[in-house]
Every structure is written in structure tokens, then in C-alpha cells.
């Protein structure tokens, strides 16, 4: 088996290929670079899966490994003409996951298999609770907790409609959900509504970063890393609520010394 990793940006892609330093990195365009890896690398377009094939045969891989976040083509980036190839013209007006899924066959089509970014991460997620537990009053858990339970039920329903992974809420209002903007814009324009509007509650809004109903667990599964928290903290937030199984964390342990020094609350479901 050899396996090369499709690296989009953050410093999720950069993670994996220390620890499997024997991976070879596809860096895609404007969002990863060759000189962040130590490991063999090559820079392909993302408007061009023909090339992406032709690297991958190059080195004989055989297992792929998608990680970091992608960009969609933006409309001047995107030519739609007799040359395009059919996946990008296809996945252009997509939702994520089918979008995804599509390019997971294309891939198979092509002789590759697809595995799970969290076969190639010894630790990756945090365990189901608080983190740390001790920190926090049960009234402020009672919150997190109700919060969390509202928040989950209202991504499993919007997950038919293909939409984000995240969403901010507190004591049943919805903040912000998460579209084509990702998660961190997402934030900042919920952290502006809650120190605009409602600075004097009792407890900062929850930030709920969960996969879909039917997601593909081998293709995409929403991650988190430190800025993305310490964006949290610095804008109020009171609380990240996450996955137990199904968001990954980047450097955990630096994500856990950061959590403890600053008495910030994770709670994993």
C-alpha cells in the first residue's frame, strides 16, 4: 500500500504528513504548499483531475488521504468549455457531501481507494464529556448540555439539505449557520451579533461543530484546531461543542494546554 495525502489548507494536512512522513503529499493550489512538507511532494490544479491521476500513477500510489479544507472554484476561476472536465462541471453547483462523493468515485473509477483521515492520526479526538470537567459549575454544564441538545437536533435536520457542519446557538436562538463561508468566518459574524446584541447573558454563545446525518467519513469529517478556539474565546464564546467519533482535533495536545490554561470548555458528545 502506498498512500498519498490530498492536502488542502490548515494545519490539519501538515499534522498528518509528520507523523507518516512516507506519504506522498498532492499540495493543492492555493491552498498548501510544497515547503511546509518534508515528505515528496507535487503542486496540482484543482480545476484539473486529469493531472491529479496522472501525479498519483507517477509515484504508484494506490490509498488516498483527503485532508485540510478546499475552496469551491470560484466563478472567474472556473471555465466552463468544451476542455472542462466532466467531475469539475458536475460538482460545481453541488452541496458538500454529494460533491464529495462524487469525487470519492472518481477516484475509485481511476484505481484508487479512498481511507479515512483518522487511520493515519494516533490522537485525534476528545473523549466523550467536559474538558475538564472540574473547571466548570453545573449550571454552567446544564447550560452547555441543553445547548449542545438543541444545537445537534437542528444540524441532523438541516443535514438532508447538504448544508454546513456547524452552527452557533444559545438558549434555542441560532446565531449563525454555516454556509459557503466555513466555519471561522461563521464565527466571527455570530461572535459580532452576540457582543452587539446580547453581551449581558449569563453565558457566551455555544459553537456546535458536528458531521452530518450520511456523512462521508472517509472523504470529510469536520475538523478543529487552536485558532479556531482561540477565536471562540476571544469572541465571547462560552463553549465548543464536538463529536466524540466525528471531529477531529489538530494537535491535540496543544489544543488541551491551551484548554486548561485558559479554563475553556470542549464537550464532546
Known sequence: MKIAIIAGSGDFPIQIAKENPDAFVLCIEDHSSTSTFKNDTEVISLNDPLSWILALRKKKITHLVMAGKINRISNEKFDDNEFSHDLIKKIFSLGDNSALNLIENFFNENGFEIIPVRSMVKDCFFTKGFYKEEFFSKKFKDFVIQNARFGSDFLNKMSEFDAGQ??????????????????????????????????????????????????????????????????????????????????LIAEIDVVKNYLKKNKFCIFAI
Do not use: H, W
Open 166 to 247: 456547524s452552527v452557533v446557538v444559545s438558549n434555542t436562538i441560532v446565531y449563525a449557520i454555516e454556509a459557503l463561508e466555513g466555519t471561522d468566518e461563521m464565527i466571527i459574524r455570530a461572535g459580532d451579533l452576540y457582543n452587539n446584541y446580547f453581551k449581558n447573558s449569563v453565558f457566551g454563545p455555544v459553537l456546535i461543530k458536528i458531521p452530518k446525518l450520511n456523512q462521508n467519513f472517509n472523504m470529510d469529517l469536520p475538523v478543529i484546531g487552536l485558532e479556531t478556539i482561540k477565536r471562540c474565546n476571544e469572541l465571547g464564546f462560552s463553549s465548543i461543542v464536538l463529536s466524540s467519533k466525528g471531529t
